[in-house]
């Protein structure tokens, strides 16, 4: 890795990637068609046959993956790469459309994914639109009740489940005091477009066939969104460093991960396992990425891949003295 790296800030790899970060306006909208309306679509003739069977809520599962290809798309507008940074209006009003369809506040969510970005792999400003992490020496200092909450909280039975469900469905609903001004009203106005929508499917349809429909796909897609989200930045070899010692490529070809999943799931999470190429440029929409990767294998990193899922799931806490992921103590409190 350490000659990987080497080779690729010995190369001019800041002009060798602008030029994928100029958009495709037909590829975009291509994307949107091939998103936005089957989800609309399948959510419709669920609301419609529901009645007639349950068996209609199998589509729950392609629903959930054009959801979470949805949200690819408001990402990547708030990154202002979809339409490109010239077309900030244009990426704004389209995030704010598909933030509403995922139920996450757009301005809100854009400033907090800069912080990501901005931090990612940095050890003195972990917690910043991350999953919660300690080191084996916070481990060892922390009190019994924190280590009880840390341990319930990395437990996949919760992480990729209850606390995914909560996160998406309800804590981004409510602005908390401390927040900027403009996140509060960014989650306010979000809440009051899906108080008018929910309102009015239910008139339409009934609220229990409504929160049966949406509240299923929005825990699928909840729970697929934060393993890929963990599968991201928590992996094997993963690198964080101190304040002084970071280093951006190699937080961004070593702190992110490639996420090697067959052709289908590509589609559904909109080449966002590409994501070392995502974060070496947030400027280089998600439909792209392929391109770059294929083109420039110089920029290639050691894969994950789905039989990986076993020893991402094993990970607890980073061990600072061996720059490496461990487990729980097996002795101790």
Same mark, same amino acid.
């Given at each position: 890795m350490k000659?990987?790296?080497?080779?690729?800030?010995?190369?001019?790899w800041?002009e #060798?990637? @602008?030029?994928?970060? =100029?958009?495709?306006?037909?590829? %975009?909208?291509?994307?949107?068609f091939?998103?936005?309306?089957?989800?609309?679509?399948?959510?419709?003739l669920?609301a419609f046959t529901?009645r007639f069977?349950?068996w209609t809520?199998l589509l729950v599962?392609?629903?959930?993956g054009?959801a979470?290809?949805?949200?690819?798309?408001f990402?990547?507008?708030?990154?202002?790469s979809?339409?490109?940074a010239?077309n900030?209006?244009a990426?704004d009003?389209?995030?704010?459309i598909?933030?509403?369809?995922t139920?996450?506040?757009?301005?809100?969510?854009r400033r907090?994914?800069?912080?990501h970005?901005?931090?990612?792999?940095?050890?003195?400003?972990?917690g910043?639109?991350?999953v919660?992490?300690?080191?084996?020496?916070?481990w060892?200092e922390?009190s019994?009740?924190?280590?009880?909450t840390?341990? #319930?909280? @990395?437990?996949p039975l =919760?992480?990729f489940?209850?606390? %995914?469900?909560?996160?998406?469905?309800?804590?981004?609903r409510?602005p908390l005091?401390?927040m900027?001004?403009?996140?509060k009203r960014?989650?306010?106005l979000?809440d009051?477009?899906?108080?008018?929508?929910i309102?009015?499917?239910?008139?339409?349809?009934?609220?229990?066939?409504?929160?049966?429909?949406?509240?299923?796909?929005?825990?699928?897609a909840s729970?697929?969104?934060?393993?890929?989200f963990?599968v991201q930045?928590?992996f094997?070899?993963?690198?964080?460093?101190?304040?002084?010692e970071?280093d951006y490529l190699?937080a961004?070809?070593?702190?992110?991960?490639?996420?090697?999943?067959?052709?289908v799931?590509?589609?559904?999470?909109?080449?966002?396992?590409?994501?070392?190429?995502h974060h070496l440029s947030?400027?280089?929409?998600?439909?792209h990425l392929?391109?770059?990767f294929k083109?420039?294998?110089?920029? %290639?990193?050691?894969?994950i891949t789905?039989?990986?899922?076993?020893k991402l799931l094993?990970?607890r806490?980073?061990?600072?003295?061996?720059?490496s992921y461990?487990?729980?103590p097996?002795?101790?409190?």
């Open positions: 000659e990987l790296i080497q080779d690729i800030q010995n190369m001019n800041i #060798i990637i @602008r030029k994928y970060q =100029v958009p495709d306006l037909n590829r %975009a909208i291509g994307q949107l091939s998103s936005i309306v089957p989800y609309i679509g399948l959510m419709i669920m529901i069977s349950y809520l599962i392609p629903a959930a054009f979470v290809r949805t949200f690819i798309i990402h990547d507008c708030g990154h202002q979809f339409f490109g010239k900030k209006r990426n009003v389209l995030g704010v598909t933030g509403i369809l139920f996450t506040p757009y301005h809100f969510w907090a994914h800069a912080k970005h901005a931090t990612v792999a940095k050890l003195d400003q972990r910043k639109g991350d919660w992490m300690l080191t084996l020496e916070e060892n922390a019994k009740w924190k280590k009880l840390y341990r #319930i909280y @990395r437990n =919760v992480l489940t209850i606390g %995914a469900w909560f996160n998406m469905i309800i804590a981004q409510i005091p401390g900027d001004s403009q996140d960014s989650i306010l979000t009051l477009a899906l108080l008018v929508i309102v009015s499917i239910c008139l339409i349809i009934g609220w229990k066939a409504y929160l049966l429909i949406q509240i299923t796909v929005m825990m699928l729970s697929v969104g934060v393993w890929l963990y930045h928590q094997p070899g993963a690198y964080w460093a101190r304040k002084g970071w190699t961004c070809l070593k702190g992110s991960s490639f996420y090697q999943l067959p052709k799931l590509r589609f559904f999470t909109g080449n966002i396992g590409y994501h070392h190429l947030h400027l280089v929409p998600n439909y392929p391109q770059l083109q420039h294998p110089e920029l %290639a990193v050691k894969p789905l039989r990986d899922t076993r094993a990970i806490l980073y061990d600072e003295a061996s720059r461990v487990g729980f097996i002795y101790g409190s």
